[in-house]
């Protein structure tokens, strides 16, 4: 058997969401400017002291540009599998809150970035 790699794989350019019941899924719609940068996601009443602390661990992913059906770059941010919840999210590690969304469990939550 070969096996062939993905010479797109880790540059954006495919998430596969594995959502369902409580658990779904946030596509971030982003400027440009942002590529490279960590997104953080923190649930809306998070007490903790998120990294370097040794509390909770918050999600994060970055910003990648990740092609459109016609041909564009589109910069976005996708957090898989986010526990059905309301979240704030800010550019790490420790910018100002930029978005707030709510996410339902079973379905894909789209919002863009304030610019």
């Known amino acids: 058997m070969t096996t062939v790699e993905n010479p797109h794989a880790g540059k954006g350019s ?17 400027p440009s400017t942002l590529a490279g940068q960590e997104i953080e996601l923190r649930p809306l009443h998070h007490h903790g002291h998120g990294h ?4 909770h661990h918050l999600p994060h992913v970055g910003v990648v540009p990740r092609p459109a059906p016609n041909g564009e770059l589109l910069h976005s941010a996708v957090f898989f599998e986010v526990p059905t919840g309301s979240y704030e999210l800010y550019v790490r590690p420790n910018g100002p809150v930029r978005l707030t969304v709510h996410v339902e469990g079973g379905v894909v939550t789209y919002a863009d970035w304030p610019a």
């Open 52 to 55: 370097g602390h040794g509390h």
């Open 14 to 30: 495919s998430v596969l969401l594995d959502i369902g019941d409580d658990i779904g899924a946030l596509v971030i719609g982003t």
